[in-house]
């Protein structure tokens, strides 16, 4: 069971699974981020089932949990937008928090209906971010003993799930495991996120905007390397365990829009290059300075390395949009325009 499997990680993963002959259950409530068109190769599968439900809503959560009766759950369904937990955050208190505690209690519920040896094989996923630790200076890694200080209504969101997560391992025996990743790229991802919405500003001739002075620094993981790590760790990960996952690719945001704008100068030339397009913008209120994740220990403990490299995930990524309007266009159209989320309330 994916939760979550219409959005931008959750798709990756169903086509993965799908893709490598596992029965997929995908439960997704199709909010504006969901896309089903990033399914569509798998769509047809006889292993492939999809559920629309609400994992606020019990009573479906419960029939899709009595109907599938699966021996893995990877929980992907969030809110994660920070801009716009801003401007909304009980949104993401009731999807982050309460869907999460809505799935971990009929998960509880079905694991004490099956056989010992299927109860055995169980894992609950719980897919969280770097965001939960805080802010890095310019130095240091988050590691398994950093202590969580999330600065975001939506990291405070993901945070309170992580510990529910904790507490139902330790309270109730599920066997469940934690993963924290670093910020994701790649093919399908909703055009509010940084990288398609610069590509997307750009061949609309728009200005390519930077929060602050673009000095804040993120880790970057490519979807795709993200979805086999939990492949991988929903198969071989141990019961209680908290596994972190990172590329080691760090960038400023600044130098991430320049990259953007030179492959973009590369493959769609226009008259004027696209970095001089950049311009700086008001900051976004409580903007962390730097993420980065120290992921040495998942990756001797499963095995388990990044194959993207940084520069040619962006490289391809750029190719992707301007070779897939057909998928973005019509979000861009009905959900989202690229306007400025994340201001606070009653600011212009």
């Not at 259950?25 to 439900?53: K, R």
């Not at 590509?199 to 905007?209: D, K, T």
Request: glycine share 8%; hydrophobic share 40%.
């Amino acid at each position: 069971m994916i939760t979550g499997g219409a959005g931008f990680i959750g798709s990756a993963v169903v086509r993965l699974l799908v893709g490598a002959g596992h029965n997929v259950a995908n439960v997704d409530s199709l909010t504006y981020a969901s896309s089903l068109t990033s399914l569509e190769s798998v769509s047809g599968s006889p292993n492939y089932q999809l559920f629309e439900v609400d994992i606020c809503d019990r009573t479906a959560v419960r029939t899709v949990f009595e109907a599938f009766a699966p021996e893995r759950v990877i929980h992907l369904a969030a809110e994660t937008h920070v801009d716009r937990s801003i401007d909304d955050p009980a949104v993401f208190i009731d999807t982050n928090v309460l869907g999460t505690s809505v799935l971990l209690e009929e998960a509880t519920r079905l694991l004490r209906s099956l056989p010992s040896d299927r109860a055995e094989e169980f894992r609950f996923v719980h897919v969280s971010t770097d965001e939960v630790f805080g802010s890095l200076g310019d130095s240091g890694h988050f590691t398994l003993t950093t202590a969580y200080r999330p600065r975001s209504p939506y990291a405070a969101s993901k945070a309170a799930a992580d510990h529910l997560v904790r507490a139902w391992y330790h309270t109730f025996g599920l066997p469940t495991i934690i993963t924290n990743c670093t910020n994701n790229y790649g093919p399908y991802q909703f055009p509010e996120k940084l990288i398609p919405r610069m590509v997307i500003r750009a061949l609309r001739g728009e200005s390519l905007p930077v929060y602050g002075t673009g000095s804040n620094v993120r880790e970057w993981l490519h979807v795709d390397d993200h979805a086999k790590a939990l492949a991988l760790v929903s198969q071989e990960g141990k019961a209680g365990a908290t596994y972190l996952v990172g590329s080691g690719h760090e960038s400023s945001n600044l130098d991430l829009v320049r990259l953007i704008a030179h492959y973009l100068d590369e493959l769609a030339p226009a008259t004027v290059s696209f970095t001089e397009k950049i311009e700086f913008v008001e900051d976004r209120p409580g903007h962390d300075h730097r993420y980065s994740i120290d992921s040495s220990q998942f990756s001797k403990e499963l095995g388990w390395h990044p194959e993207a490299s940084f520069e040619s995930g962006i490289r391809n990524t750029v190719t992707w949009y301007l070779t897939n309007r057909a998928w973005w266009e019509p979000l861009v159209a009905a959900r989202y325009g690229g306007e400025r989320l994340g201001l606070q309330r009653g600011e212009a």
